[in-house]
Structures are given as C-alpha cells and as structure tokens.
C-alpha cells in the first residue's frame, strides 16, 4: 500500500502520466516517515519440521498484526456471545497458534513434504501498532464477542534480545483511534471509527458525514464500553514515549 500511494504521489518520469506533476521531496519524505511509523515492526515465523526437528526462520517487517480469537470457545460455539477475551490473549495466541499447522511442508533437509508447525513472535514493536481482530468464522458467521483492550498502559514486551539473550525491554502503548465494525450480515456491514482528541482526551466517533463525542470509556475506566469491545475491528495504539 505504501509503495502503491509513494507511486500515485511521486510517479517515476515513465509513469507520469499528468503534465507538469509537481514532485515534492520534503512532501515524499513525510509520507514515508509516517508509514515507517507503521511499518518498523519485526515479526520473526519459525517453520519447525516434526520429522527432523529442523526450524526455518524469517524475519519480515509488518503495517498491522492481523489476530483471530481461539477457535475453542469462540468459533465451535457460536452461541456464548458473552464470553470475553483480552487483547493480550489474542497476540499470545497469534505467537503461539497450535492450529495454524503445515501438512505438507517441503523440509530442505528432509527433501521431502512433511508435517509441520508454524509460529510468529513479535521481534520489534513499531512506534503505532495497527491491530486487526478478524472476526469471521469458516461458516462466514460473525464472532460478537467483546474484545478487552486498555485504553492506556497496553504493555507488550520487546521481543529483540541483547547479547546476553535477554530481553531489551518492554513497550507501553496508549489508545488513539479505533475502527469498528457493525455487522447486518456475513458480507455486510457498517463501519465507523472513534478517535480521541489529544488535548482535551475526548473521544470522538465518525459516522459518515456525522462526527460528534461520544462516552466511550466503560464502567471500567480504563476499558472503552462493551459495545464498542464487541464491534472493535481495528485498533490504533501509540506508543508512551515517557515510559
């Protein structure tokens, strides 16, 4: 999507298709630091083959973590809507997925397909971590349960480790904008997106054309309000610099 925009903005001389296109540098420059806001994360996927033990390991820069709630619980009963997961539980889970297996890995060492498992760990968190929940069960049904997410003080350990292997240190991140998803059917559906205000700490909710502040904080003052922990699609979190 970056290079995508970067080529729309600043198109090549044999790209240009728009006379006298004005190229920007200073304008370029801020475009691609704000996306290296996004982009700096380090996700690391290890490849274990179960006949030889043998682990493939690649390292690969990433915009958004894309999680998917536990398939126990939540995709096998479709009826338990009150049933809650934390946000933390979802990113242990996306690191340590048993499900998400490979029957018919071609092993390099093994020279031949086998089983095998895959997992992520999160190496570097980015600056503004973008979290995508996917919602959607194999049957295309909606998974409605709340999400439980911190408004502030989400902490998350640096996976990058010092010589001594252990770990740098850890990342506190705070709330500032959330997508949320209003599902009418398995393809259907309404989005709106709630921001907060950085001097006032309101929060704001963007309907269309229609934006006006809303109480999004919950019972728990540092959770937002169960309807917005059921609808939560995609949420923004920067990081605290002063931790």
């Not at 093994?110 to 996917?134: F, H, S, V």
């Not at 001097?199 to 003052?221: L, M």
């Amino acid at each position: 999507m970056k290079e995508m925009l970067l080529k729309e903005l600043f198109p090549s001389p044999d790209d240009l298709t728009i006379p006298l296109h004005p190229n920007n540098n200073e304008f370029r420059s801020t475009v691609k630091e704000f996306w290296n806001l996004f982009e700096s994360g380090l996700i690391e996927q290890r490849i274990t083959c179960m006949k030889c033990m043998n682990v493939t390991i690649k390292q690969d820069s990433f915009i958004s973590l894309p999680l998917q709630f536990p398939y126990q619980n939540f995709h096998d009963n479709a009826n338990d809507t009150k049933k809650t997961i934390s946000l933390i539980d979802l990113i242990h889970h996306y690191q340590c997925d048993d499900d998400d297996g490979i029957p018919n890995y071609e092993c390099a060492f093994c020279l031949d397909r086998q089983q095998a498992t895959k997992t992520y760990r999160i190496c570097k968190y980015p600056p503004i971590l973008c979290i995508r929940i996917g919602r959607m069960r194999n049957d295309r049904s909606i998974i409605e349960n709340p999400v439980l997410y911190p408004l502030t003080g989400l902490e998350l350990n640096d996976g990058l480790r010092d010589s001594n292997t252990t770990p740098v240190g850890k990342c506190v991140y705070n709330l500032i904008a959330a997508v949320n998803h209003q599902p009418k059917s398995s393809d259907k559906g309404h989005y709106t997106a709630v921001t907060k205000h950085q001097t006032t700490n309101s929060w704001f909710e963007y309907d269309d054309d229609d934006v006006h502040r809303i109480n999004f904080v919950g019972r728990n003052n540092n959770f937002s309000a169960v309807r917005y922990q059921r609808m939560a699609s995609i949420l923004f979190f920067e990081i605290d610099k002063s931790v």
